[in-house]
């Protein structure tokens, strides 16, 4: 099955409160995002934005540049229909991250979950050559994945588990880290998984 149609299939079963990954309020990137100050008309990607919430509060914080992309096409279409008429501000992109081809440069590069699925170093590489490509300099990055405590699988995937220098030593060849948290989500139906979270700035 190709990866597009696994992840449509994920949202086409379960409702997004119902989903482990649901937030109704992404606290910890609402506020990583508010500590970076830009400005409203900042530009900023989502990356497996599918139907997270983020994007509604960036919309009430006064953003006018977002785009969101991810795998799922189905994920995209429930989040335009959640957003109604704001969505017509809003740049959704449909594509695997490690194929992506920005067609414009990103103040910030947020991504919550999605790079934890990338097991293949060579994806990994992909990975961070795009995001690096696509951002400014003095553009920044937040970047969430499973703490080493974590689980080793999601929604059926095996994923990869990072600890804070894990992170750092990854995307420390491309980008100079400014920040690191851990925390714990828990899930709609009340079990917990850890997460760490880092911010990183391109400087050159």
Not at 130 to 154: E, H, Q, R
Request: hydrophobic fraction near 30%.
């Amino acid at each position: 099955m190709e990866k597009s149609q696994y992840w449509d299939d994920i949202y086409k079963k379960k409702d997004e409160s119902h989903q482990s990954w649901f937030q109704d309020r992404p606290e910890k990137s609402l506020e990583m995002i508010g500590e970076l100050n830009l400005t409203k008309t900042a530009s900023i990607i989502d990356i497996g934005g599918g139907e997270s919430r983020l994007v509604d509060y960036l919309l009430e914080e006064g953003f006018t540049n977002i785009s969101l992309l991810d795998i799922s096409k189905e994920s995209l279409d429930k989040t335009k229909q959640r957003l109604g008429t704001k969505a017509d501000v809003i740049q959704l992109i449909i594509s695997d991250v490690t194929t992506f081809k920005p067609t414009q440069k990103y103040d910030l590069w947020h991504d919550r979950a999605t790079f934890h699925f990338l097991t293949d170093i060579k994806d990994v590489e992909k990975y961070l050559s795009i995001a690096y490509d696509a951002l400014n300099v003095g553009g920044s990055l937040i970047i969430s994945t499973f703490n080493t405590t974590g689980p080793d699988k999601c929604s059926g995937l095996t994923i990869s588990k990072y600890s804070q220098e894990d992170l750092k030593k990854v995307f420390g060849k491309f980008f100079q880290n400014t920040k690191c948290i851990e925390t714990t989500h828990t899930t709609p139906w009340g079990t917990t998984q850890d997460f760490v979270y880092c911010g990183f700035k391109k400087i050159s």
